[in-house]
């Protein structure tokens, strides 16, 4: 995860999103395709995520650039990473070293430094060995503008709680730092019982497993938790911002849990501390007063409920960012209206 400095980088917060079903393979071992999209325009923006859906992804690797656009500029191609689910066979990691005077990338987040309008990717996809061609499914890619800021939005009057199972962190090695993937194996076994497909309910090692970043060093990169859970068949999963808690609601309501990225000690009400790293937690309602539930997986009994002003300037620390996990074909409502 990218830990976001609060820092005005605009007048006003406003998202963008940008996604594309794709459908190509790569079906020779050792030789890689190219698949370029050119010019994708999108609201003004100075930072941007890329997220992928690869199946079967046990024999692929992906490399992921992207560059920026404005009128005036195009920025180098910034390498977003080099991703594989196996990595004995291939890297899974995101890259150092890539500021320079147009911009840099902060893990998995793109930052410019002069607002954007469009941008170039490419993926790189590689058949490793032989098996069952891998297919670049889906990619998205999540823009931002501007500091999010803690609404004023009245509650819309959702008040509903889904059944998401719940496992806490602390429970499994190095438990410390696995907020993310232990939200994520929530998330899926919560769809593993939904849609009766056993197979979706993995436990935290084995995804902490399949999303660690050895360059990070960690398992709390963004797309790499959501390239692992889009590798089921007939699963999506992508990162996105959203612009305000009404987003969160419509999501809620449609009966579609939302993993927060948000700022651990400003959800609990406490001002935020120099070592804050940020913390992913599982929204699965709101209560009578508006307020969110979570399964948070700090505590050994994850459901909590968190006052609704305390949640939204702890989701700002992050910019609204939220993985979003979904079956493929799910009728859901938009990332974000307005």
């Known amino acids: 995860m990218t830990a976001i400095p609060l820092l005005a980088m605009a007048a006003t917060f406003s998202p963008g999103f940008f996604a594309a079903e794709v459908d190509r393979a790569a079906p ?8 370029e999209y050119s010019d994708l325009p999108m609201e003004p923006f100075k930072e941007a995520i890329v997220s992928w859906n690869v199946e079967p992804a046990a024999n692929a690797s992906l490399r992921i650039e992207m560059r920026a656009k404005s009128v005036d500029s195009t ?8 991703w594989a689910m196996d990595r004995s066979l291939s890297p899974r990691e995101s ?11 902060m893990t998995d987040t793109l930052a410019v430094n002069e607002p954007a309008t469009a941008f170039d990717i490419r993926f790189v996809l590689t058949k490793l060995k032989e098996g069952p061609d891998p297919v670049l499914k889906f990619f998205s890619v999540s823009t931002s503008i501007g500091k999010a800021t803690p609404g004023t939005g009245a509650p819309s009057g959702v008040v509903k709680t889904i059944d998401v199972p719940r496992r806490c962190q602390g429970n499994y090695p190095r438990g410390g730092s696995l907020c993310s993937p232990t939200s994520l194996s929530m998330v899926l076994w919560h769809y593993a019982n939904v ?12 995804v902490e497993a399949n999303v660690w970043d050895a360059v990070y060093d960690g398992a709390g990169n963004w797309p790499f938790n959501t ?3 889009g590798s089921f068949p007939g699963m999506r999963a992508y990162v996105a911002r959203m612009k305000d808690l009404s987003d969160l609601e419509r ?24 070592e804050e790293s940020g913390h992913l937690v599982v929204l699965v309602g709101f209560d009578e007063k508006g307020d969110p539930v979570f399964n948070d997986p700090a505590y050994k009994e994850p459901r909590k409920s968190y006052p609704r002003a305390d949640f939204e300037k702890a989701w700002a620390y992050s910019n609204h960012t939220v993985y979003l996990v979904h079956p493929s074909d799910a009728k859901t409502p938009p990332v974000f209206t307005g």
């Open 227 to 229: 390239a692992y859970a």
């Open 28 to 35: 020779e071992v050792g030789k890689p395709v190219q698949i």
């Open 75 to 82: 920025t180098k191609w910034y390498r977003m990473a080099d």
């Open 251 to 274: 999501w809620i309501d449609a009966e579609y849990p939302v993993i927060c990225s948000v700022s651990f000690d400003m959800l609990r009400g406490r001002p935020l501390s120099p």
């Open 95 to 105: 890259l150092k070293g890539q500021k320079d005077g147009t911009g840099t990338v």
């Open 195 to 206: 849609l009766s497909r056993p197979e979706l309910n993995k436990d935290v090692p084995e």
